[in-house]
């Protein structure tokens, strides 16, 4: 009986994997077709390289993230190499993104007036100095230890040097999770002391907090 019910519970596991493969499979499938069509459409009428290629790094993202995912689920042993893949991506696409804003702006000196031109009202953000105009403060206790940006060129500076610290941190963190995992320390979902992955998530997730 005890036999039967752990059979039973295989099949209901295999299954529901052959159910979920098939689904995220047909939903990468539509994602790919999507996003490839709006990518060639982008190349076809490549009439502003400065901006368009930049949104073809971000729109890359789709590709990446449907395939690593359906890969992942196929191949459960493959998980780690596709989390280096995604990660490593990401980091790419978020310097995409901010070049692809300060293209759109005109260029670097054009971003850099524009900030300084604005108030604080105008921009509307809540981690501005309401008490002063084209300052960026910052949220507690952040605000303890770190003055206040001016929002002019040292505020794009900052912006900027956080975008690619986050890059290459991000892609560190990456190759070392593989180097921990091949060791047997990496410890995927496990908050031991002794296992690299908490720390590697924590520092993952402190990064943007301090770019």
């Known amino acids: 009986m005890e036999s039967f019910l752990i059979t039973t519970a295989g099949e209901k596991s295999t299954n529901l994997h052959t159910w979920a493969l098939f689904i995220?499979?047909?939903?990468?499938?539509?994602?790919?077709?999507?996003?490839?069509?709006?990518?060639?459409?982008?190349?076809?009428?490549?009439?502003?390289?400065a901006e368009q290629k930049w949104i073809v790094?971000?729109?890359?993202?789709?590709?990446v993230y449907a395939s690593e995912s359906v890969l992942s689920l196929w191949y459960?042993?493959?998980s780690m190499e596709c989390d280096i893949l995604r990660n490593c991506y990401e980091a790419f696409a978020l310097y995409s993104f901010g070049n692809y804003l300060v293209a759109c702006l005109g260029g670097e000196d054009r971003t850099i007036e524009y900030l300084k031109s604005q108030s604080s009202k105008e921009l509307n953000a809540p981690l501005l100095n309401q008490?002063?105009?084209?300052?960026?403060?910052h949220p507690f206790p952040l605000?303890?230890?770190?003055?206040?940006?001016d929002l002019g060129q040292e505020f794009y500076r900052v912006s900027k040097f956080g975008i690619v610290q986050y890059m290459i941190l991000k892609a560190f963190c990456a190759f070392l999770a593989l180097v921990l995992q091949?060791?047997?320390?990496?410890?995927?979902?496990?908050f031991k002391w002794y296992y690299g992955g908490p720390y590697i998530?924590?520092?993952?997730?402190?990064i943007p907090a301090d770019g």
């Open 24 to 49: 995220g499979g047909i939903s990468a499938l539509i994602a790919l077709l999507l996003s490839t069509l709006l990518i060639l459409q982008h190349l076809r009428a490549y009439n502003n390289p």
């Open 57 to 63: 790094g971000v729109l890359f993202m789709v590709p």
């Open 76 to 78: 459960p042993r493959f």
């Open 131 to 137: 008490n002063k105009k084209n300052v960026v403060g």
């Open 143 to 149: 605000n303890l230890i770190i003055r206040p940006w």
């Open 182 to 190: 091949l060791c047997g320390i990496y410890g995927d979902g496990e």
């Open 201 to 206: 998530c924590l520092s993952c997730r402190t």
